[in-house]
């Protein structure tokens, strides 16, 4: 009991009110009344953006934006310009977002935060327990993770949104992050909790993730327990750099233990999933000469697979200039990008065709990929600025052509989609429309995140092109990397960020990074004077 009352009068309170509301993603609203809340209550603007205190990539991104739309997108009509100033307010709002959390660490110290975060664990795990019990009293069944057609059965996970209360991914992403967190710590009641409240999800790709990361952990622990060099009196900067990063007390056992309890969770609640887990890990083990994988996927697909009509190859032959494709092109011709809509509806529905087989043959995550390669070759201004913002690839791009848009993006703002992303035209040069309606019209069928174009990196590339990148790279990693002398955990959580960006759209929805900002933030502060 004193224990309880200790953390609730630790707890940062404020700062956690603002995180359920700017992280909420089923009401758009509170996002808003999220930051109004925390400046009206924490009214502080010296951000020391010109001292380093704030990552200064926010700020160029939206200069570069700018850039972009007077020298390439020349879009001035009134639904862009809406739509490229909701674009620019998100990297505002998660500039000063950024901001709040680094007050709120820089005032209350590190103490309070690590209470804040153990006192959202446990309010994440009560969400997350409460919405299974809902589904219990929906199915009747006891356990909605077997035996039950979709979205229940090996999909309840889905709905199991915890502090978010939408979107299960995202909530899979955080609790990951502050497993890794509890476990250097020290705080195994918080690292189990936080692992339970993820693998309830159910999402087997970040599970594997996860399983691969505190892998290399024990790896890491158990290399360099046997070096004496990596002891409490480092020799040089690489053995400094490798004691930080190891965890601080002894794991060979408790790591193993949390392997083992994922697995039982998993076979004990859902077997489908630990089937379909098992079953992907042996197929990506056993995979051999894919290098060529596509390539060889897409030349089959067009030389025997697809009956194509002598329209279709007519199409194949020529683009909308008359000009011959290389054989290369020749095969990814039906999936590149134009700027201008197609008029002659004999080609469009020669594309819906053979996009059809595409999307069924490729899924959408790697389709979406290729088509943001092949819209990057598609000229020195989209390779170099992008499509623009809300323009190719993002949550709000989504948002404001109609689809997956809240009460407020319809009510309030006016719908655009540009030619890249264009639903009601039929343009199927840019698939990720397609495959996102007929994901969400065929259930299960479709419903794994493989047939998601989701992914920041799509969005970085096609949206803000390699400039983009190198501003991500220098101004944003390059942040915390410029401060690698103090990571511990943070290197961990940084490197399972890699791959979870290629899963969604991770600064958009105002919750995966912010959560990542807060824990990197906790780094410097416990080791600024080092910095």
Not at 204 to 224: A, E, K, W
Not at 462 to 469: N, T
Request: hydrophobic letters at 45%; glycine letters at 4%.
């Amino acid at each position: 009991m004193t224990s309880l009352k200790k953390l609730i009068k630790e707890t940062d309170w404020i700062l956690l009110i603002f995180l359920f509301l700017i992280t909420n993603q089923a009401i758009f609203i509170f996002k808003i009344i999220g930051l109004i809340f925390i400046y009206v209550v924490r009214p502080n603007f010296k951000f020391g953006f010109l001292k380093g205190r704030i990552p200064k990539f926010y700020l160029f991104i939206i200069i570069l934006s700018f850039i972009n739309l007077f020298i390439h997108i020349s879009d001035y009509s009134k639904p862009y310009i809406a739509a490229f100033t909701v674009g620019n307010l998100f990297w505002l709002a998660c500039f000063l977002s950024h901001h709040q959390l680094k007050l709120s660490v820089e005032k209350y110290g590190a103490n309070a935060l690590h209470s804040t975060l153990k006192t959202f664990t446990i309010i994440n795990f009560i969400f997350c327990i409460s919405q299974i019990g809902r589904i219990i009293l929906i199915t009747t069944h006891l356990n909605p993770y077997r035996n039950l057609d979709f979205p229940y059965g090996m999909s309840t996970g889905d709905n199991v949104f915890g502090f978010f209360m939408e979107s299960s991914l995202y909530n899979m992403m955080i609790c990951t992050m502050l497993a890794i967190y509890f476990l250097f710590k020290k705080d195994i009641l918080f690292f189990f909790l936080a692992t339970t409240s993820f693998v309830l999800v159910f999402s087997n790709l970040g599970t594997i993730i996860y399983l691969g990361v505190i892998c290399c952990i024990l790896l890491v622990y158990l290399f360099t327990s046997k070096q004496k060099k990596y002891a409490a009196q480092p020799v040089n900067k690489v053995a400094r750099f490798f004691y930080n990063i190891t965890p601080p007390f002894n794991y060979s056992l408790l790591i193993p233990l949390n392997f083992l309890f994922i697995i039982l969770i998993y076979n004990a609640i859902s077997k489908d999933n630990f089937d379909y887990t098992t079953g992907t890990i042996k197929s990506f083990l056993a995979k051999k000469n894919t290098s060529n994988a596509l390539e060889l996927q897409l030349s089959s697909s067009i030389d025997s697979d697809i009956q194509v009509s002598s329209l279709m190859k007519k199409y194949l032959q020529t683009n909308k200039k008359g000009n011959v494709f290389s054989n290369k092109q020749k095969k990814y011709a039906i999936l590149s990008s134009s700027d201008q809509p197609q008029k002659d509806t004999g080609m469009i529905r020669a594309k819906e065709q053979i996009t059809q087989y595409y999307i069924n043959a490729l899924k959408g995550k790697q389709l979406s990929f290729l088509e943001t390669y092949l819209y990057l070759q598609s000229s020195p201004l989209a390779f170099l600025f992008g499509a623009g913002p809300t323009r190719f690839s993002s949550q709000l791009t989504q948002r404001m052509a109609g689809i997956d848009s809240s009460r407020f993006f319809k009510k309030y703002l006016p719908a655009y989609s540009s030619h890249l992303y264009d639903v009601k035209n039929y343009e199927q040069n840019c698939t990720k429309n397609t495959v996102f309606a007929q994901r969400l019209a065929s259930g299960k069928d479709l419903y794994s995140n493989a047939n998601w174009a989701n992914s920041f990196y799509n969005q970085l590339l096609g949206e803000y092109g390699i400039l983009g990148a190198i501003l991500f790279i220098v101004f944003y990693i390059g942040y915390f990397v410029k401060r690698v002398k103090c990571w511990t955990y943070g290197f961990w959580i940084s490197i399972m960020l890699l791959p979870f960006a290629v899963l969604s759209y991770m600064f958009e929805p105002l919750s995966v990074m912010l959560f990542y900002e807060l824990l990197m933030a906790l780094e410097i502060e416990n080791n600024k004077a080092i910095v």
